[in-house]
């Protein structure tokens, strides 16, 4: 249909339906964005949420059918030295050629601050739930990471998870589109 990206959630059905899309079409046609879920709230030990990184892309990975990817997210967590242990990681990968472009999914301020704090690599994009319906930034946060020169992407720009009825409806909104 031309779609040629694809942001993929990894673990389960949402991964397994992408790796059957990924067998019909030869890699290099298909633009694909996969992210790092956050550690568990319990793991507080960097050196424990680093190794849970190497472990999801050594597992997930071939089950995805892919060895690399054009961008790898990582989302945050409550702890900066897990963030920036588990950066430390992605940045291997991008060394390896496993990754072409590193970013985060959802940081706020403080964790930008932590992850540049450490980082060789710094984040190419913050990925951000954004839609009309939100207003202004209020956090002034896609200003913020802009600055930092990280560019913001925005998800559910009709709504998060699903299309905001009253997004769908808007007069001003449908005569734009």
Not at 62 to 68: A, K, T
Not at 122 to 136: E, F
Not at 140 to 158: N, S
């Given at each position: 249909l031309g779609i040629n990206s694809i942001d993929v959630h990894l673990g389960g059905s949402e991964r397994d339906g992408v790796a059957q899309v990924l067998k019909l079409i030869p890699r290099s046609d298909i633009f694909?964005?996969?992210?790092?879920?956050?550690?568990?709230?319990?793991?507080?030990?960097?050196?424990?949420?680093?190794?849970?990184?190497?472990?999801?892309?050594?597992?997930?990975?071939?089950?995805?059918?892919?060895?690399?990817?054009?961008v790898l997210l990582l989302k945050d967590s409550a702890s900066c030295d897990v963030m920036q242990a588990q950066w430390a990681v992605l940045e291997e990968l991008l060394a390896q050629g496993k990754t072409r472009a590193l970013g985060t999914y959802n940081y706020c301020q403080f964790s930008i601050d932590c992850i540049l704090a450490t980082a060789i690599t710094p984040p190419a994009l913050n990925y951000i739930m954004r839609h009309v319906g939100m207003g202004i930034d209020d956090t002034d946060l896609i200003r913020y990471g802009e600055a930092k020169g990280i560019r913001t992407v925005a998800y559910g720009t009709l709504g998060e998870p699903v299309a905001l009825e009253g997004l769908l409806t808007n007069p001003v909104l449908k005569n734009i589109s």
């Amino acid at each position: 249909l031309g779609i040629n990206s694809i942001d993929v959630h990894l673990g389960g059905s949402e991964r397994d339906g992408v790796a059957q899309v990924l067998k019909l079409i030869p890699r290099s046609d298909i633009f694909l964005v996969t992210k790092i879920d956050k550690p568990p709230n319990d793991m507080t030990d960097p050196l424990a949420a680093a190794e849970l990184v190497r472990t999801t892309v050594a597992t997930e990975w071939p089950l995805l059918g892919v060895e690399m990817v054009d961008v790898l997210l990582l989302k945050d967590s409550a702890s900066c030295d897990v963030m920036q242990a588990q950066w430390a990681v992605l940045e291997e990968l991008l060394a390896q050629g496993k990754t072409r472009a590193l970013g985060t999914y959802n940081y706020c301020q403080f964790s930008i601050d932590c992850i540049l704090a450490t980082a060789i690599t710094p984040p190419a994009l913050n990925y951000i739930m954004r839609h009309v319906g939100m207003g202004i930034d209020d956090t002034d946060l896609i200003r913020y990471g802009e600055a930092k020169g990280i560019r913001t992407v925005a998800y559910g720009t009709l709504g998060e998870p699903v299309a905001l009825e009253g997004l769908l409806t808007n007069p001003v909104l449908k005569n734009i589109s």
